[in-house]
């Protein structure tokens, strides 16, 4: 078993930025794909960014393209999502995910491809 811990989260206003973390409780970190989603009240999950495990792939969704950028220290166990130019639409609640299986990198944007969740860390962007 695998567990996942986000923090970071937190209310900023337009324009300001903020860094997510997510820390796995085992060493093997190493050999997981994660992705960061968010979901919104009302609205379905969504991945905004993933990373392969060597962090040598990424995706990102359309609508945090060249504002968020995902990244993850493997010694530290901890994956993190820079997020720059917060809009009032990137309020959700975010969580971090991760897959134990070999995955494509297209596949990772997928909730269904993985198979550990983090509780999930709020953030709020005011206008």
């Known amino acids: 078993q695998v567990q996942l811990v986000e923090s970071g989260g937190g209310l900023v206003q337009a324009g300001g930025s903020l860094r997510l973390s997510c820390a796995a409780s085992r060493r093997t970190f190493t050999s997981y794909a994660m992705g960061w989603f968010r979901q919104a009240p009302g609205k379905e999950r969504e991945c905004v960014a993933a990373i392969t495990w060597s962090g040598g792939y990424t995706y990102y969704a359309d609508s945090v393209k060249g504002r968020f950028t995902i990244s993850r220290d493997n010694a530290k166990n901890t994956m993190y999502l820079q997020m720059n130019s917060l809009k009032p639409e990137d309020t959700a609640v975010y969580y971090c995910?991760?897959?134990?299986?070999?995955?494509?990198?297209?596949?990772?944007?997928?909730?269904?491809?993985?198979?550990?969740w983090g509780q999930g860390t709020q953030v709020t962007v005011s206008s």
């Open positions: 995910a991760a897959t134990v299986t070999r995955k494509l990198i297209h596949q990772l944007q997928l909730r269904t491809e993985y198979d550990y």
